[in-house]
């Protein structure tokens, strides 16, 4: 069965920080994966999404995320962090029968001054 | 551009009462889903739907209905809610189930209280 693993359920950085959050997922078959973030009292979002191709994802609000199948993994990263990205921030992978989306538990960002 | 509507936003509902929480995109998407979304636990597929007339389960059904007769809505019945039912649920399509590349468009959640 298919599963998503995020890393560190709270992620604190400062303003104008990098940005890392870890994702990692068990997929018997070529993963698609997607990042999603959710702000306070909405519904959630698509920041990117690898299907195939390009490993280097780009993604909008300036993150991207890395797909590497030798480590099963896809971490979000930004270069410079921004008070608005604080968020929480959820992994997804789709596969299996009827491609459901199966989603991380998602790590809550806070930014700093 | 209304996307995905749940109504009603926010809810409390005694125990062993029912309800049925309501969700209508406008995208005309095949695929449809419910997920229940609980602290530290993300978010969990309840049912869903790969066209209308077609229902299947998540992995979290029980205690939870649902139906299809249409493209445009896919609502979710409580039977009889338990405090174990609280949560906020949302309600998400996509253009195609089919294809795995496919985002999913999500309402804004209903805020559910069970006491």
């Known amino acids: 069965a298919q599963s998503v693993t995020q890393l560190g359920s709270h992620v604190s950085v400062s303003e104008g920080a990098l940005v890392l959050l870890r994702c990692n997922y068990s997929?018997?078959?070529?993963?698609?994966l997607f990042w999603y973030v959710q702000y306070p009292n909405q519904g959630l979002q698509l920041l990117l999404k690898?299907?195939?191709?390009?490993?280097l994802v780009k993604g909008i609000n300036g993150f991207e995320a890395e797909f590497k199948k030798s480590e099963t993994s896809f971490h979000l990263t930004k270069p410079s962090a921004h008070m608005s990205d604080a968020a929480e921030y959820f992994c997804?992978?789709?596969?299996?029968?009827?491609?459901?989306?199966?989603f991380g538990a998602g790590t809550r960002l806070a930014v700093h001054p | 551009n209304a996307g995905v509507t749940q109504t009603p936003k926010f809810q409390v509902l005694k125990t062993g009462q029912s309800m049925t929480l309501q969700c209508a995109q406008d995208?005309?998407?095949?695929?449809m889903s419910w997920y229940r979304q609980d602290p530290g636990m993300g978010l969990r597929l309840i049912h869903y739907?790969?066209?209308?007339?077609?229902?299947d389960q998540g992995e979290v059904p029980n205690g939870y209905n649902v139906s299809r007769s249409t493209t445009e809505d896919f609502p979710l019945r409580l039977l009889s809610a338990a405090p174990s039912q609280t949560s906020v649920y949302f309600c998400?399509?996509?253009?195609?189930?089919?294809?795995?590349?496919?985002?999913?468009?999500f309402g804004q959640g209903t805020r559910l209280t069970v006491v």
């Open positions: 997929s018997s078959v070529p993963p698609y």
């Open positions: 995208m005309n998407h095949e695929y």
């Open positions: 739907s790969v066209g209308a007339g077609i229902t």
């Open positions: 998400a399509s996509r253009p195609d189930g089919a294809r795995k590349n496919t985002e999913a468009f």
């Open positions: 997804a992978v789709s596969s299996g029968g009827y491609n459901k989306l199966i």
């Open positions: 690898y299907t195939t191709g390009a490993t």
